[in-house]
């Protein structure tokens, strides 16, 4: 933004064109050579030496999404290379992979293949057979790669595919990291970012392990999470990723107290919006209010209680200021009301939108034979054809 483009000469697009014509051909001519030795099961230092150009190394053409090629990297250092080598030398081969694809994943940090290769050649690090602890070389290995995937996400902390990648070292190290120092990570990237899906969601998967071990007290360490992200949402009430976790918390709602705590939170929260008409902040706050009451509703208010005709009745009015706040999503919201509340012919707000569609049928089909029969009334059989059709239509 805000820098200035200028117009190429004719001489200089035609300059490119050639440039570009050069490339083409150079790329189409190693691939096919390169696809050829992998048709003729080439298994030779010099088919890996194309393929480590092909994905990596050339100046100009390199192409680190070639999966196919990646695949013939890696059956060429099983049929080929790794039974010509001694353990030390297939360790070196394998580190220079690693080295090779993380200077890949700083121009390209998303691409699937180079991550897969990366999980491939740490599963083939090879047993030390002249140490006493023959594990070196993997734990040294793992711990460098967990070193590297952190630098990563220094770099871009929502990238979800390098957290992906990160819970695969962390279950797969030779010597796993206590679960209680993945929370205090998951911990930091929040606090440096609260819009941080990613490390929220692993912080799910890392206290519903602390949780089933009984290595932290769920009922205790609920109120600091509840802490969290209440934080979360009145910094950034906009972003989902703090909402969505608060609903895990929430889980099905069946401690009464927090659900009921947690609604007197949001409505806070709702209340301090300058602007019914704000948006997104809005919207999470009324959404996240009918979920928790109807959750209220199923699990401990008695059906037919002026408490939950009240609570009916809210649910029922947050609803329809949705609709209007959030148009895009106006079926989901009639769909919540469907599903969730009382099918009273009198209340129901399924009942209310049923009555508000067949209402739109009505005049649609008033229009439909208006439109039709002045144009066909030499034509009474076809009138009523197509009539017909119409209704039909409708009504499915």
Known sequence: ???????DTQQALAAKRERDKA????????????????????????????????????PDITNPEFYTVWNYRRNILINGIFPESSPEEINEILNDDLSMTTKALKIHPKVYWIWNHRRWCLEHIPENPTSADTQVWRRSTWERELFIVEKMLDADARNFIAWDYRRYVLESMPVRRPEK????YTTKKIEANFSNFSAWHQRTKVLSSLWASGEVDRASSLQREFELVQNAMFTLPEDQSAWLYHRWLIGSGEDKDILEREIDVVQTLLDEQPDSKCGFPVAWCMDSLVAYKLLLLKN????????????MSQCLTLLGQLEELDPMRRQRYRDMGGSSLNESPHNSYAC????????????????INAYISPRLMTNARLTQELYQVAMTFLQN
């Open 181 to 184: 120092t993945e929370l205090a």
């Open 1 to 7: 933004h805000g820098v200035r483009r200028t117009r």
């Open 352 to 367: 209310h939108c049923r009555r508000s569609i067949e209402g739109w049928m009505t005049s649609t089909a008033t229009r």
């Open 23 to 58: 490339k083409l051909s150079t790329y189409l001519a190693l691939t096919n050579d390169t696809l050829s030795r992998k048709k003729n099961e080439d298994w030779s230092r010099e088919a890996f030496n194309l393929t480590t150009q092909l994905l990596s190394t050339h």
């Open 300 to 311: 401990h208010v008695p059906a037919g209680s002026q408490e939950s005709t009240d609570a």
